[in-house]
T-cell receptor
Framework: NAGVTQTPKFQVLKTGQSMTLQCAQD?????MSWYRQDPGMGLRLIHY???????DQGEVPNGYNVSRSTTEDFPLRLLSAAPSQTSVYFC??????????????FGPGTRLTVT | GNSVTQMEGPVTLSEEAFLTINCTYT??????LFWYVQYPGEGLQLLLK?????DKGSNKGFEATYRKETTSFHLEKGSVQVSDSAVYFC?????????????FGKGTKLSVKP
């Protein structure tokens, strides 16, 4: 079991560029989510998905798109990168069967810098 | 709305000192409560959890008790080690939100000196 994997680990973008952060899990979890972590702000939810074909917005969705075509993968797309999107991005997944505990499993993170 | 408030850091302790990191929450319904730990350069790992009132979660010498009457879930350890240096996050499951969502506190950085 690899758990939750994320690529790349580090990325530098110029303002206006687009890119996709990859996330995959091999635990057959229905729920997947993306967070960003900024100093003094904790983790803020960007988008989440409760199953293949279903996505929804979190607390800070602007500037990001997601899709969920398979249970395993949940990519995060930055359409036109801005310096305000400089952050560390974490993908997480959890089992939503019974008993429901909402315990989330996190990937190692992607550190993104936008210049 | 639902929220988590945890004590601000950083917290600096000497090895073998007693640790308390306070966490209080606001929630409707009956959330599950969690403590996650983030070691430098890594993702978050679940440290312990409690799913109902008066439950005590414990792991690696850390403990926290789900206190509904004080809406608290304080993290404690009797004797910290240098290897416990990390950022600790308190979180709750969002009882009014989508299944799976967690709400996190802002994190408390702990540094343990030898």
């Amino acid at each position: 079991n690899a758990g939750v994997t994320q690529t790349p680990k580090f990325q530098v973008l110029k303002t206006g560029q687009s890119m996709t952060l990859q996330c995959a899990q091999d635990m057959n979890h229905e729920y997947m989510s993306w967070y960003r972590q900024d100093p003094g702000m904790g983790l803020r939810l960007i988008h989440y998905s409760v199953g293949a074909g279903i996505t929804d917005q979190g607390e800070v969705p602007n500037g990001y798109n997601v899709s969920r075509s398979t249970t395993e993968d949940f990519p995060l797309r930055l359409l036109s990168a801005a310096p305000s999107q400089t952050s560390v991005y974490f993908c997480a997944s959890s089992y939503t069967g019974q008993p429901l505990t909402n315990e989330q499993y996190f990937g190692p993170g992607t550190r993104l810098t936008v210049t | 709305g639902n929220s988590v408030t945890q004590m601000e850091g950083p917290v600096t302790l000497s090895e073998e000192a007693f640790l308390t990191i306070n966490c209080t929450y606001t929630a409707t319904g009956y959330p599950s409560l969690f403590w996650y730990v983030q070691y430098p350069g890594e993702g978050l790992q679940l440290l312990l959890k409690a799913t109902k009132a008066d439950d005590k979660g414990s792991n690696k010498g850390f403990e926290a008790t789900y206190r509904k009457e004080t809406t608290s879930f304080h993290l404690e350890k009797g004797s910290v080690q240098v290897s416990d240096s990390a950022v600790y996050f308190c979180a709750l499951s969002d009882p009014g939100g989508s299944q799976g969502n967690l709400i996190f506190g802002k994190g408390t950085k702990l540094s343990v000196k030898p």
